[in-house]
């Protein structure tokens, strides 16, 4: 009995022992993922490995992300895990390049290649999204590598790559500031290629430091570009449409005012005076291009626009009743009571449509607009409805007075006729002929 006793003793403190090993042992070290053959180049020694592994991790502005505040962009990348990308980049002769620019080029994430020519890139891409990546230095032709041959779904693994000469590739750097001369950091700098042959296309995002500095890494000297900066919400966005790149690029100076923002009360009215309750619209500032704000008027057809630019504004509705304001200016003297008015009434129009024959013509697109001015400000109401098997369609919410009605159906010709509205509810009836448009 004692020697079963110590017997199970002894199993029970082996099996304790093996428990505590694997629950205390450290962690196994990461090893990078091979590359497919045909995607690897030269390898870096193991020591620079080791140590590019144990750097600490970069920062969100080392690795280009800048939070500027769009809630869309950050969705975008929701669910997405983690992506580390590291290796080296040499010359045709093996010679390592030092400050070359890796982005990912379309969720804006960047690091450089240091003295050795290692790079590490730590990347949030969404689920299921391989990276494509950019490798860009001036004097070289421009790598992208994002085929499912040279990428891999797998969070972390090696990439070293061989940039070829190109003479004709230069750095174009720049600042952007504000007009008295301070540096705007985290702007969104943008060049694209106007050119039409492929081996001339280009696209690249980078981000202003803190000093408001920026370096566009592998332009083609003697092309053509589109330069924007945008993601500035206290400045309106610029551009240059055609920006010639010499060969000796000069350095490029932006400077972008300081938008005045104002708190901006308001009411939705109908053409008789009728507030207009719990209406919504989309704003869009067109002077500062990126102040985008959706509104909704209260139970008395008051709305509150607070901290808004300054400038010429739009404003739409969404689905398939659509009201547009366009020519509108927001001014300093001019933004504490601002009425607008829309289209909108408590008529009913009703109608059929149907062939020479009387027989009812289904899915016709029947479309009902009505425009007026107001000065230097337009407004357009606008809805749309297919007409259902029976040929029948209805419009509610329509004022008093005239609106154009036309009506398309595959195999007829277009139809269009002016309709005044005289009544609360009217009905009418539209007979389509047969043939072309």
């Given at each position: 009995?004692?020697?079963?006793?110590?017997?199970?003793s002894?199993g029970?403190?082996?099996?304790?022992?093996?428990?505590?090993y694997?629950?205390?042992?450290?962690?196994?070290?990461?090893?990078?993922l091979?590359?497919?053959?045909?995607?690897?180049?030269?390898?870096?020694?193991?020591e620079?490995?080791e140590?590019?592994?144990?750097?600490?991790?970069?920062t969100?502005?080392?690795?280009?992300?800048v939070?500027s505040g769009?809630?869309?962009?950050?969705?975008?990348?929701?669910?997405?895990?983690?992506?580390e990308i590291?290796?080296?980049?040499?010359?045709a002769?093996?010679?390592p390049?030092?400050?070359?620019?890796?982005?990912?080029?379309?969720?804006?994430?960047?690091?450089?290649?240091?003295?050795?020519?290692?790079?590490?890139?730590?990347l949030?891409?969404?689920?299921?999204?391989?990276?494509?990546?950019?490798?860009?230095?001036?004097?070289?032709?421009?790598?992208?590598?994002?085929?499912?041959?040279?990428?891999?779904?797998?969070?972390?693994y090696?990439l070293?790559?061989?940039l070829?000469?190109?003479?004709?590739?230069?750095s174009?750097?720049?600042?952007?500031?504000n007009?008295i001369g301070?540096?705007?950091?985290?702007a969104?700098?943008?060049?694209?290629?106007?050119?039409?042959a492929?081996?001339?296309?280009?696209?690249?995002?980078?981000?202003?430091?803190?000093?408001?500095?920026?370096?566009?890494?592998?332009?083609?000297?003697?092309?053509?570009?589109?330069?924007s900066?945008?993601?500035t919400?206290?400045?309106?966005?610029?551009?240059?449409p055609?920006?010639l790149v010499?060969?000796?690029?000069?350095?490029?100076?932006?400077?972008?005012?300081?938008?005045q923002?104002?708190?901006?009360?308001?009411?939705?009215?109908?053409r008789d005076?009728?507030?207009?309750?719990?209406?919504a619209?989309?704003?869009s500032?067109?002077?500062t291009?990126?102040?985008?704000?959706?509104?909704?008027?209260?139970?008395?057809?008051?709305?509150?626009?607070?901290n808004?630019p300054?400038?010429?504004?739009?404003?739409t509705?969404r689905?398939?009743?659509?009201?547009?304001?366009n020519?509108?200016?927001l001014t300093?003297?001019?933004?504490r009571?601002l009425?607008?008015t829309?289209d909108?009434?408590?008529?009913?129009?009703?109608?059929?449509?149907?062939?020479q024959?009387?027989?009812?013509?289904?899915?016709?697109?029947?479309?009902?607009?009505r425009?007026?001015?107001?000065?230097?400000?337009?407004h357009?109401?606008?809805?749309s409805?297919?007409?259902?098997?029976?040929?029948?369609?209805?419009?509610?919410?329509?004022?008093?007075g005239e609106?154009?009605?036309?009506?398309?159906?595959?195999?007829?010709?277009?139809h269009?006729?002016?309709?005044?509205?005289s009544?609360?509810?009217?009905e009418?009836?539209?007979?389509?002929?047969?043939?072309?448009?």
């Amino acid at each position: 009995m004692t020697i079963k006793r110590f017997t199970i003793s002894i199993g029970i403190a082996a099996l304790a022992t093996l428990w505590l090993y694997f629950v205390f042992q450290p962690h196994a070290k990461r090893e990078p993922l091979p590359l497919p053959a045909s995607a690897r180049q030269d390898p870096a020694p193991s020591e620079a490995r080791e140590s590019i592994l144990q750097n600490q991790l970069p920062t969100a502005e080392e690795s280009g992300k800048v939070d500027s505040g769009d809630s869309n962009a950050v969705a975008s990348r929701d669910s997405g895990g983690l992506i580390e990308i590291f290796g080296r980049v040499v010359d045709a002769n093996g010679r390592p390049l030092e400050n070359v620019l890796v982005n990912e080029e379309r969720y804006f994430f960047s690091t450089r290649s240091d003295a050795q020519g290692y790079y590490r890139l730590l990347l949030d891409l969404p689920r299921h999204r391989l990276p494509v990546l950019q490798f860009l230095r001036s004097g070289y032709e421009r790598m992208r590598i994002g085929d499912r041959a040279q990428m891999q779904m797998a969070p972390i693994y090696e990439l070293n790559v061989t940039l070829v000469g190109k003479a004709d590739s230069v750095s174009l750097a720049g600042w952007v500031g504000n007009d008295i001369g301070i540096g705007i950091a985290g702007a969104s700098v943008e060049l694209t290629s106007l050119e039409t042959a492929p081996e001339n296309d280009y696209s690249l995002t980078v981000f202003t430091d803190d000093r408001g500095d920026f370096v566009l890494e592998g332009v083609g000297a003697g092309l053509r570009y589109r330069l924007s900066v945008d993601k500035t919400p206290d400045y309106p966005d610029y551009e240059i449409p055609e920006l010639l790149v010499d060969a000796e690029p000069q350095r490029l100076n932006i400077r972008l005012p300081l938008l005045q923002f104002v708190e901006v009360d308001g009411m939705i009215l109908n053409r008789d005076a009728v507030p207009v309750p719990n209406f919504a619209f989309e704003i869009s500032n067109i002077t500062t291009g990126n102040h985008n704000r959706r509104v909704v008027s209260d139970s008395s057809g008051f709305f509150t626009l607070a901290n808004y630019p300054l400038g010429e504004v739009s404003l739409t509705t969404r689905g398939n009743d659509i009201y547009r304001i366009n020519g509108l200016r927001l001014t300093a003297s001019e933004h504490r009571n601002l009425k607008l008015t829309i289209d909108r009434g408590f008529n009913i129009l009703t109608g059929w449509v149907t062939d020479q024959s009387g027989l009812p013509v289904a899915k016709a697109l029947v479309t009902i607009e009505r425009s007026f001015d107001d000065g230097a400000v337009e407004h357009l109401h606008y809805r749309s409805q297919a007409s259902d098997a029976s040929g029948w369609f209805s419009a509610e919410n329509l004022g008093s007075g005239e609106y154009r009605i036309t009506v398309y159906a595959q195999g007829y010709r277009k139809h269009e006729l002016v309709h005044r509205m005289s009544s609360q509810y009217e009905e009418i009836q539209i007979r389509l002929q047969a043939g072309g448009p």
